[in-house]
């Protein structure tokens, strides 16, 4: 098993920015891509941002475009997310996924069923 630690949300105002934290626990096989989804009150989990662990390759929202950006630390097993210009749209519980090497199913970073592992999650309040 793997386990995903979220850290870094918190309470802010529109406009300001955040850096969420996901560290991945030692685990025995190899990734293949990590990513951040959120879910808000009343409505279903929405994909953020993935990227490819072996590959520079990373993928966006429309919503979070040219705000948000995935990184990622391999020597630390952890993944980031850069929130800049935040609205209260994006008032949300963010969930970090890891997808592994040879996992079944079709790959495609955008679908939550395309990741075996989730954080408990990390809750970012934007409001003024």
């Known amino acids: 098993q793997v386990q995903l630690v979220e850290s870094g949300g918190g309470l802010v105002q529109p406009g300001a920015s955040l850096r969420l934290s996901c560290a991945a626990s030692?685990?025995?096989?190899?990734?293949?891509?990590m990513g951040w989804f959120r879910q808000a009150p009343g409505n279903e989990r929405e994909f953020v941002a993935a990227?490819?662990?072996?590959?520079?390759?990373?993928w966006n929202s429309d919503s979070v475009k040219g705000r948000f950006t995935i990184s990622k630390d391999k020597a630390r097993n952890t993944i980031y997310l850069q929130m800049n210009s935040l609205k209260p749209e994006d008032t949300a519980v963010y969930y970090c996924?890891?997808?592994?090497?040879?996992?079944?199913?079709?790959?495609?970073?955008?679908?939550?069923?395309?990741?075996?592992?989730w954080g408990q999650g990390i809750q970012v309040t934007v409001s003024s």
């Open positions: 030692e685990h025995p096989f190899s990734t293949f891509a």
């Open positions: 996924t890891m997808r592994p090497t040879g996992a079944a199913g079709i790959w495609s970073p955008r679908s939550h069923y395309a990741y075996d592992y």
């Open positions: 990227i490819s662990w072996p590959y520079p390759s990373t």
